[in-house]
Structures are given as C-alpha cells and as structure tokens.
C-alpha cells in the first residue's frame, strides 16, 4: 500500500476509555487500530505497517518510549511516524520524546481539532518525504547515463521544492533562490572548486526546506512570536534533515537545512555546534541566509538600509559568523555600490 493510500492509525493505551474516545474523534477520517498493551502492539506491527503510531507514554509494564524502541528494530518500521500521547507538561518530557525519535507528542486530555491536524500534519511530510526520494531515484536511474540532463533536471526539481518553500511565507518570495546565489558566490570568491561551487547553490536552495512542517499561521505572523511559537520555529532544521537525509542521489544535500542556524560562538540551533564543527558549507550558508533576510522586506518593516546590513554582518563576525566568511560578504556588500543585491519584489 503506498503512503497515500494507507490511512490507518494505531493507537496504543493501557486505558479502554482513552482508546474508544481517540477511535471515535478519528474514525471518520482515518483506519483506526487499538491495541491495549504493549505486546499487543508489537503483534499488529509484525504483520501490519499503519500510516502512524499514537503512543501512551505510560503504561503498566514498559512504557512508551520503550515500545517506540522495540518498534525502531522491526523492519520496516524504523521510520514509522510516531506521536506521544501524555498529560505530562514538563520540559523534561517534550525533550525526550524528540531525543527518542518521535514526530510529535499530544497532550492529553485530547482536543479532537488538535489531534486531526497534527495527525495531517506529520503524514503530509511523510508523503513528501517518499514522494522527494522516489522522484529523485526515480530520475537518476532514467538518467545516469547523461551526468549533465541529471544535473539539468536535479536543478529544475530543487527549484520548484525551494520555490514551494517560499511560498508558504508570503513574505519571502525568492529568499530560497537569493541564498543559494550568495552562497555560491562566496565560495567563489575563496577560491572553491566549480564543484563545491554548484554543491552549495543545491545545497542553499533546500536549507529552508523544513519550513513545510511549520504551521503557516506562525510563519506569516506579522508580529512578534512567543516563546512557544518561536520553540516550533526552532523544529524546522530537523524537519529538513528528516525529510532530505535519505536522497542518496545527492549526498550532503541535508546540511545546509540541519546547520544554517547554528553560530560561529556556538549559541546556535539546533545542535549548539561553534567554530569550525559547524560544516564550511553550513557556515557559507549562515551568512548569506542572515544578509538575504535583512535586505528583505518582511510585513513589519521594509528591506533594511544598506548601511546598516553591514554593520550587522561586522558585529556578527567571529561571534554569528564564521570571520572568513564574514569578510567575504562584507566585501561583496561594498562591490556592490547600487545596493541590486537585495529583494527587489522579483526571484532573483
């Protein structure tokens, strides 16, 4: 069955209640599957593969983190979507549940409006998810034996994906496209080979590429985000390295995504890496992904003076920016005399 056409859920409770109640709030829309314990569970999913998993996190006996442990060694199962189910609201938890290789977590008691969307939500990026790596497979065997049609036809699919991308933001048309340019400039201005060169702009298109998981009423708030929103914000590195870690037709094409927020003084997201354990191509990226979104316009302020861009990017070197780096934007910043490297309205 493919990922479109399955739409069963398990649910996994120890509590008959829980389990009734969560099959009539999704009944109607999915296939849903109970099981009471933890055996149980394990019995369904050695024979059957559902589209997601809803777990309570307590249970007599092993808990939910143990089961969604046993399940990561079932074949076929170790990149089932799964959901936590929990009533526990400490920090303690939301972490874990992250840290143990979970999609999601549901705080219980459950509000049926919630659960359907964070359901559509994760199964969504799963359907990407296999829709990317088939299309890419798919294309590098019908193409293999012509390395250029395969680059030709890589750039036009990454495109579109990065296009994608920026759409969801109403407020960054081109930033996607702008970053890969600026990216690959500055390798080109430290000497990069014409292969790291065309690596980066591939790598850059996609960096954003996370941003599909994150919901569009956060990503199009025109004023400032809260401490939760700015929290969901954070999840977008992950998303992108879940969604692009398995294209082996394009190897690396996942840093740029998994590091472009990370800082040169280590106070970064989402790995807390410094210096040079930050990928070079990561570090290019920051650069040019920061110098773009300040030459922008965003709902609540217009593109920033040119002037003021470059006070940013000094400040920022050797604490946000890799010096190096840093310098070489600088510089391209004051070729640029008529200030065109910005968002002028346009793809640029």
């Not at 569970?41 to 969604?68: I, Q, R, T, W």
Request: proline share 4%; with cysteine; aromatic share 6%.
């Amino acid at each position: 069955m493919s990922v479109s056409q399955n739409k069963t859920i398990l649910i996994v409770d120890d509590d008959r209640m829980n389990l009734r109640f969560a099959e009539h709030m999704l009944s109607t829309t999915y296939n849903v599957v109970m099981a009471n314990s933890y055996e149980e569970a394990l019995d369904y999913l050695s024979k059957e593969l559902p589209a997601l998993a809803l777990l309570d996190v307590h249970m007599p006996g092993k808990n939910g983190f143990e089961l969604l442990a046993e399940i990561r060694k079932m074949k076929n199962c170790n990149d089932l979507p799964v959901v936590f189910l929990t009533a526990d609201s400490d920090r303690e938890t939301e972490v874990r549940v992250f840290k143990e290789g979970a999609q999601d977590y549901i705080q219980k008691p459950l509000v049926p409006e919630v659960v359907l969307e964070r359901i559509k939500r994760i199964l969504s990026l799963r359907k990407l998810q296999v829709s990317l790596e088939s299309e890419v497979e798919r294309r590098t065997l019908e193409l293999e034996e012509s390395r250029h049609k395969l680059q030709v036809l890589s750039l036009q699919v990454v495109k579109t994906l990065a296009s994608t991308i920026d759409a969801k933001d109403r407020y960054t048309n081109g930033h996607s496209s702008r970053v890969a340019k600026y990216s690959r400039e500055i390798a080109r201005r430290v000497g990069k080979p014409v292969e790291f060169q065309d690596e980066i702009y591939f790598v850059a298109l996609l960096h954003d590429i996370g941003k599909i998981g994150i919901p569009d009423n956060i990503l199009n708030k025109n004023s400032k985000l809260t401490d939760e929103e700015y929290e969901t914000i954070k999840q977008h590195p992950s998303i992108g390295v879940e969604i692009l870690k398995n294209i082996t037709g394009m190897p690396n094409i996942e840093i740029g995504a998994h590091y472009h927020h990370e800082r040169f003084d280590g106070k970064g997201y989402p790995e807390g890496l410094a210096g040079y354990a930050i990928p070079e191509i990561a570090r290019i990226i920051a650069v040019a992904d920061a110098y773009d979104a300040m030459t922008s316009r965003r709902s609540y302020r217009s593109a920033l003076p040119q002037s003021a861009v470059r006070s940013e990017i000094l400040r920022g070197r050797g604490m946000q920016f890799d010096p190096d780096f840093a310098d070489v934007m600088l510089k391209m910043i004051d070729d640029d005399v008529n200030y065109e490297m910005r968002d002028d309205g346009q793809d640029y």
